[in-house]
């Protein structure tokens, strides 16, 4: 089957761009508004996915890679070629993008029926799954850029879907700006590279490092700017900032692009550029991602939206992949990337099933005044809706790093990678820290919101009556996921629940970095092996510290969160309030350039213009009036009058010859004449 | 003989001249003009130009003539008593143009003309027929335009109730 | 007749045509304009088929004694320069006579006025004569005057009288450096012979103790500057864009801006490409200010249409600094051939898709102001609901505007960057804030005229019209199409640009100085 | 007879008779009459300088333009002088003056 990826590549890459122009101009006029074009695209997709997904599994092949490229543009010498690169790793994450993409599509069935532009939101799920594979299937940083791009404008679209809400049109709009900020990065990041090595090709780039023609500052503030995308399409600190706001979108959207695919993209570009980051770069990486993951996870635990809690959440399971690349365990950083997709899209399904089986309530009762996606209205939802509980609970499960899950795996994975890179650059102790802590905090919050929504006495008892399970195109995506998130699937072939070993780690292997004398990856992930217990205990011990605390405050109430909301106060009010980062933004950064842009545009209207070019004028008109009045008073009075006045007397002396008479002037004439010749001739 | 045939046109030329420019009676002074053309042609003959003299005959005479006599007809009612007209500073006038003759003749007395030897006297029809379709196209082209113009708007001009 | 020159003469052809059509049969009056510059976009196609993209020089020649005691001739010729300027002028006017479809006030005035400048714009494209070259400058500005100061808005006086001193101030200064030309370089306006005597004629010559090149280079150069528009002279273009009816912005905006780097590039590079290694710095560093000026001064407009003047402003600043690229090939600069390429055939497709982009940004805020009657952009709001093909429309067209990849305006930008990063590494930096700047002007003016509540006064606006769709579609295909695959366009301009690179490289030796 | 100054004489005499009457004569059809006369005059020059200078013929062809001329002018002329005559009921030159200021 291998001879045919390329083509299989292209289908999966334009099938849903062509769904995407198919639902934009005919969309409203088809039976259904054309859902069913954007389904089957997306379901032929999946379906070619898994083909390869399969042959890869068949083959067996850690070193498997095809790569087929194309001239776009060609000057002479300057050209850009674009093509596909196809390894293990592309397949795993077309496989992601597939699958979740066309459990969006279904959930969507049912969550956004009788929107008012239903069509138009299957278009641009199709848009983003074309830019998505994009970014996947690129094998230069030129397609990989453009793909970047477009995921970052479908997402635009998407988030402001209903942008009737003021709300929405912002949090698009401030998406797609914060996303160009780490764009700008990322694209001088590609002049850096292009300007030393002469190409866009990963493989050249790659080549050109080993060989120095790019080395030193220059390579790491190249791998700074590359990675500055990856910080703003991962959401990572300071560019986190969108996110949150991102949920304005539909929660299938949420689940597809803020959850498990779009924003992965920077976690996917960094381990597809990793053996070009040298190890300053590194370490930037891995303290923003570390930090954040932290500081996200501290913002997590006090927030009431339910969507807000799984988005500051998924910015802090990011910010452990962004550690994990950091640190030099990328395939681990990847493995998350691909378990997190799984049960983060199904907690977000999850919610999504919530807030509509709320919205439903409250729409019956006419309440359009409760926020039906504040925790604080729930509560009691578990014996409602039972398929919702189970399948989210097995995902928390698994986000909390509790074994016989995939997320454990995975983030013991980066753990026991983070840990080993403290243990030999002990410096950098306050990695494993952020790590940990992060953990235990994931833990907590999660089990929060789990008690808050399903478990205790109903907060609004008078909508409990009308919660009901979500239609089976919701809770199957639900099942589906939550049955992703068993270790099982990971480990396959082997069954040991407390080690990723399995068809991952033999498929996806770390390759050596190109940059001169970086570590090999073979001693990377010996240490890492040796480290592995250690991170396993801890981890499963801050685990169940975190979900001890929450079952201690949340469910026997044994604390009592009012208690400790007093006790932190400051601190409480700093991570409710997301540490007043929108606040200081707008006050510093945004408020300040409209005052820039404000000064700019006056100083050239109504100074620069109005003054100085209009000076110029002003100048010329002065001019003009005096020497005007020179002219007229000196030149045309004095002289040229004068002249006339002298010519006008006599004119009135002459005058008198005048007759009238022709005769008399042919008389003159001859006269004149003669007189004329007379005198000539004497 | 051919002397005596040259200045009794000469004579008869220059006399009805006078007699156009000093007769009171219009109608009289124009049967001298007819005289005068009469003279003029003749003299043409002698220069050897029977083209110019056939046209003199017939344009001025022809034509010319008879308009201007239509003019006087038709400008002085039969019955009025004298188609007569009075004349004015006759004696300055003869004065100015005395000496003009004067200098004319001074001019033409004194003057050493270039003459070259003249050829056999042949028909000069051919020859005028010649530059005028050839050297003198654009002029004869243009003179001939304007001879219809005028003659257009002689005849607009002249149009009853104008 | 060479095809050249019919593409020259046509218009004015049709121009005869109406003036001989009476005032009342306003109809066939557009018609004819429609026939003429319909029949200018055909003969610029089949020119297009015809031309050879892998010649770098002059084709299609056509010479002709004009006034033979001055050396001034009638040269003609087309390169991969001038010919996609020729196609778009013709496709621009071509769309701007149905853009002007519904002009009631003295059609027959108007659209004679609209092919004279027509004529003149081809003409600067296509001749080879500096004198030539400055008549049809010239012969270009007047309708231009009396279309804004008749058709215009409420300032229009002003914004003409602005406008046309502005243009005969550069216009002036060019014909010193014209002349300074023609005396230092044996008496001749034709430009392909100032190439070749030029850049060895100027040499040493020192002008009241400045050199001469560096002396006719700014002469030049500001008298294309201005048409540019570049930072200091730039304060015509949102008064004259704003004041102008909608076809004429659409021709100012689409085409007369191209003229000036056309100029430079054609002139100022052509014929002293001394100066050019001279000038280059400043070249980019007024690129810089042209994006970050334009781009502010873009994001704190309230008027939609001076929005998109000042985007004009915004997106010709990278057309600059890819033209400052072009000293990469050289050898003080690590003869960095690819990076010239990339550059300045950056700047020229820049010229191109700002040429399409912001021609359809004008009829776009035109067709909205045909509805609302003002185009305050903070008055709308929600319209996205009641006119959603219209929005869309805008949608593609503003994304095109910030560089969207996909759309042909990212490619330009992209390779003018690339081109300019390893000469001018700080420049590129600093301006790429400018792609930042162009999405948040462009996304906040789509969001307070789309986004939110509809406005209630707008909830009977009628969408956009089968006529509107006809003059922005085409621009919309072409600037997909372009993003998508940029080949043919680079294809025809490619051993062009080659040439010029290469006179600049080779000729100059200003490198070792 | 064969001498050019006989030729000239008698065109002098013509001519200046030709300007005597334009100078004297009040009836407009008088004056052009003498105006035909100076015509006269000239043409007769042209065609004695044609013949004493080697039989030139284009002497002839201005004699004709001129005889063109000639009937040219007298139709516009008569046309003129008939319908100031229709209008002022005088032909005399002096008595047009309405034009005059």
Redesign the interface.
């Known amino acids: 089957m291998e001879q045919y990826f390329i083509q299989f590549s292209l289908l999966i890459l334009f099938l849903p761009l062509a769904a995407f122009v198919v639902q934009i101009f005919l969309g409203k006029r088809l039976p259904r508004q054309g859902d069913w074009v954007s389904i089957s695209a997306i379901g032929i997709t999946l379906i070619l996915s898994l083909i390869m997904f399969a042959t890869m599994l068949s083959s067996y092949d850690s070193g498997f890679s095809k790569e087929a490229s194309f001239t776009w543009i060609d000057m002479g010498s300057f050209s850009i070629q674009l093509g596909f690169l196809i390894d293990n790793i592309t397949i795993i994450m077309l496989v992601v993008v597939a699958l979740i993409s066309t459990c969006t599509h279904i959930f969507s069935l049912e969550y956004m029926a009788g929107d008012i532009r239903y069509s138009r939101y299957f278009a641009y799920l199709g848009l983003f799954t074309f830019s998505m594979n994009g970014i996947v299937l690129a094998n230069n940083l030129i397609s990989m850029y453009m793909s970047w791009e477009l995921v970052g404008v479908s997402s635009y679209l998407l988030i402001g879907h209903w942008f009737e809400k003021d709300t929405a049109a912002n949090a698009g709009k401030k998406a797609f700006l914060t996303n160009r900020v780490g764009d700008i990065g990322f694209f001088i990041g590609i002049m850096l590279l292009y300007t030393a090595v002469g190409s866009f090709m990963f493989s050249d780039i790659f080549e050109g490092v080993a060989v120095g023609k790019i080395s030193g500052t220059m390579l790491t503030l190249a791998g700074v700017g590359l990675f500055l995308g990856a910080m703003g399409k991962s959401s990572q600190f300071p560019l986190h900032i969108w996110l949150p706001d991102a949920m304005e979108g539909p929660t299938p959207v949420s689940a597809l692009m803020h959850a498990a695919t779009m924003v992965a993209a920077g976690v996917y570009m960094s381990v597809r550029v990793f053996p070009l980051f040298s190890p300053d770069a590194l370490l930037v990486v891995a303290y923003v991602g570390g930090f954040t993951a932290l500081f996200a996870a501290s913002i997590a635990v006090t927030q009431t939206d339910i969507k807000k809690v799984l988005a500051y959440s998924t910015v802090s399971q990011l910010g452990y992949m962004i550690l994990a690349v950091g640190t030099g365990v990328y395939t681990a950083a990847f493995f998350h990337l691909l378990t997190h997709a799984m049960f983060k899209a199904n907690l977000f399904y999850g919610s999504g099933s919530v807030i509509h089986a709320m919205h439903h309530a409250l729409h019956k009762k006419h309440d359009h005044n409760t926020d039906p996606q504040d925790m604080r209205n729930m509560g009691g939802f578990k014996e409602k809706m039972p398929v919702t509980y189970w399948t989210m609970l097995v995902s928390t499960l698994a986000i909390a790093g509790v074994p016989l899950f995939s997320g454990f795996l995975s983030k013991d994975a980066i753990l026991a990678g983070t840990l080993a890179f403290a243990q030999h650059h002990p410096a950098h102790l306050l990695l494993p820290v952020f790590g940990f802590g992060a953990a235990a905090l994931t833990a907590f919050y999660m089990f929060r919101l789990m008690f808050l929504t399903f478990h205790g006495a109903p907060q609004m008892p008078e909508l409990i009556d009308d919660i009901h399970e979500s239609p089976k195109e919701m809770t199957g995506p639900l099942v589906l996921l939550a049955s992703l998130s068993v270790f099982i699937f990971y480990t396959l072939p082997y069954v040991d629940p407390f080690s990723d070993h399995g068809w991952f780690t033999d498929l996806v292997v770390a390759g050596d970095s190109f940059v001169p004398g970086s570590i090999p990856a073979r001693e990377i992930a010996d240490h890492a092996h040796h480290a592995h217990y250690t991170a396993m205990y801890t981890s499963i011990a801050v685990a169940f510290l975190g979900i001890a605390l929450a079952v201690m405050v949340y469910l026997r109430k044994v604390f009592s969160a009012e208690n400790w909301v007093k006790s932190f106060g400051t601190l409480y009010d700093w991570s409710r309030n997301k540490y007043y980062f929108d606040e200081n933004y707008e006050r510093f950064l945004y408020q300040p350039f409209f005052r820039l842009a404000n000064k700019v545009a006056w100083l050239d209207w109504d100074l620069y213009d109005k003054y100085f070019i209009n000076g110029f004028g002003r100048f010329t008109d002065w001019l003009s009036r005096v020497t005007g009045r020179f002219d007229f008073e000196g030149i045309d009075q004095g002289l040229v009058d004068g002249t006339g006045r002298i010519v006008n007397y006599l004119g009135g002396t002459f005058r008198k010859l005048q007759t009238g008479r022709l005769q008399n002037y042919l008389l003159y004439v001859t006269a004149g004449l003669i007189i004329l010749t007379i005198i000539q001739a004497f | 003989m051919?002397?005596m045939v040259?200045?009794c046109i000469?004579a008869l030329?220059?006399i009805s001249?006078?007699f156009?420019?000093l007769n009171n009676q219009?109608l009289y002074?124009?049967i001298g003009?007819l005289f005068?053309?009469f003279g003029?042609a003749g003299?043409?003959v002698?220069?050897?130009?029977d083209?110019?003299a056939g046209?003199?005959l017939l344009?001025?005479i022809g034509?010319?003539l008879v308009?201007?006599i239509?003019?006087?007809m038709?400008?002085n009612q039969i019955s009025s008593v004298r188609l007569s007209?009075?004349?004015?500073?006759?004696g300055?006038?003869?004065v100015?143009?005395?000496?003009?003759?004067i200098?004319?003749?001074m001019v033409?007395?004194k003057t050493p003309?270039?003459?070259?030897?003249?050829?056999e006297p042949e028909s000069?029809t051919a020859?005028?027929g010649t530059?005028?379709l050839t050297r003198?196209l654009l002029?004869f082209e243009v003179?001939?335009v304007?001879?219809l113009g005028?003659?257009i708007?002689?005849?607009v001009?002249?149009r009853e109730g104008? | 007749m060479g095809i050249l020159s019919l593409l020259i003469w046509l218009p004015i052809m049709g121009m005869v045509a109406i003036a001989f059509i009476p005032r009342k049969y306003e109809k066939y009056i557009k018609i004819t304009a429609a026939v003429a510059t319909g029949m200018q976009l055909f003969l610029s196609i089949v020119l297009w088929q015809r031309f050879d993209s892998g010649i770098g020089s002059m084709q299609f020649m056509e010479r002709l004694e004009w006034i033979p005691s001055f050396n001034i001739a009638y040269i003609l010729g087309v390169d991969g320069l001038s010919l996609p300027m020729v196609i778009l002028t013709a496709l621009l006017c071509f769309i701007c006579v149905f853009v002007s479809w519904n002009t009631s006030k003295a059609v027959k005035g108007y659209f004679a006025l609209f092919l004279l400048l027509d004529t003149g714009i081809v003409g600067v494209f296509l001749s080879l004569d500096f004198f030539l070259f400055y008549v049809f400058w010239e012969v270009m500005l007047l309708p231009m005057y009396f279309l804004i100061g008749i058709w215009g808005g409420p300032q229009r006086e002003y914004a003409a009288i602005k406008f046309f001193l502005y243009t005969l101030f550069g216009s002036v200064l060019m014909l010193v450096g014209i002349l300074g030309l023609y005396f230092s370089c044996g008496k001749t306006f034709d430009i392909l012979d100032l190439m070749r005597i030029a850049p060895e004629a100027l040499q040493g010559v020192v002008w009241w103790g400045m050199s001469g090149i560096k002396v006719i280079w700014v002469l030049l150069f500001i008298g294309f500057a201005i048409k540019v528009p570049v930072f200091p002279f730039h304060t015509w273009l949102p008064l004259a864009h704003v004041e102008a009816p909608t076809a004429i912005s659409v021709i100012l905006a689409g085409i007369l801006l191209k003229l000036g780097v056309y100029g430079i590039l054609r002139i100022n590079y052509g014929l002293m490409p001394d100066g050019v290694y001279w000038f280059s710095g400043a070249l980019a560093f007024l690129g810089l200010i042209n994006v970050i000026w334009g781009g502010l001064c873009a994001l704190a407009q309230t008027d939609l249409k001076k929005l998109v003047a000042y985007s004009s402003v915004n997106h010709m600043g990278y057309a600059l600094i890819g033209m400052a690229a072009v000293i990469a090939a050289g050898a003080a600069n690590g003869t960095n051939f690819k990076a010239a390429q990339a550059g300045i055939g950056g700047a020229v497709f820049q010229m191109f898709n700002h040429g399409t982009i912001s021609a359809m940004l004008f009829i776009l805020v035109g067709v909205i102001y045909e509805r609302a009657h003002h185009r305050d952009i903070d008055g709308f709001g929600g319209l996205a609901s009641q006119m959603p093909v219209y929005a869309g429309i805008t949608a593609v067209a503003f994304f095109a505007g910030l560089g969207l990849p996909g759309l042909s305006g990212f490619i330009s930008e992209a390779m003018c960057f690339i081109g300019a990063f390893p000469v001018y590494r700080g420049i590129v930096i600093a301006s790429t804030i400018g792609i930042l700047l162009n999405a948040a002007y462009f996304l906040w003016a789509f969001q307070r005229i789309f986004f939110g509540e509809l406005n209630e006064k707008y909830n009977k606006l009628p969408e956009i019209n089968r006529l509107e769709l006809f003059t922005v579609v085409p621009l919309l295909v072409i600037t997909i199409f372009f993003g998508i695959y940029p080949a043919p366009y680079l294809d025809i301009i490619a051993r062009t640009m080659d040439m010029i690179i290469n006179s600049v490289v080779s000729l100059s030796t200003f490198a070792g100085m | 007879m064969d001498q050019l100054t006989n030729y000239l004489f008698i065109a002098a005499v013509l001519f200046s008779l030709g300007v005597f009457g334009v100078i004297t004569r009040r009836n407009g059809i008088a004056v052009l009459m003498g105006v035909e006369l100076i015509l006269n005059a000239a043409n007769l020059n042209f065609v004695a300088f044609s013949r004493f200078g080697g039989m030139n013929l284009d002497g002839h062809i201005f004699g004709l333009i001129v005889i063109v001329l000639a009937a040219a002018e007298a139709a516009v002329a008569l046309a003129i002088i008939i319908n100031i005559y229709n209008n002022l009921n005088t032909i005399n030159v002096d008595d047009a003056s309405s034009m005059k200021q």
């Open positions: 051919a002397d040259f200045w000469a030329t220059v001249a006078a156009v420019v219009l002074a124009a003009l005068t053309l003029v003299l043409y002698f220069l050897w130009a083209f110019i046209v003199q344009v001025y034509g010319i308009l201007i239509f003019g006087i038709l400008t007209q009075t004349n004015v500073q006759q300055v006038g003869a100015v143009v005395t000496w003009l003759f200098f004319l003749s033409i007395s003309w270039l003459i070259r030897p003249a050829l000069t020859g005028v530059l005028l003198y002029p003179i001939s304007l001879l005028a003659l708007g002689a005849a001009l002249s104008n």
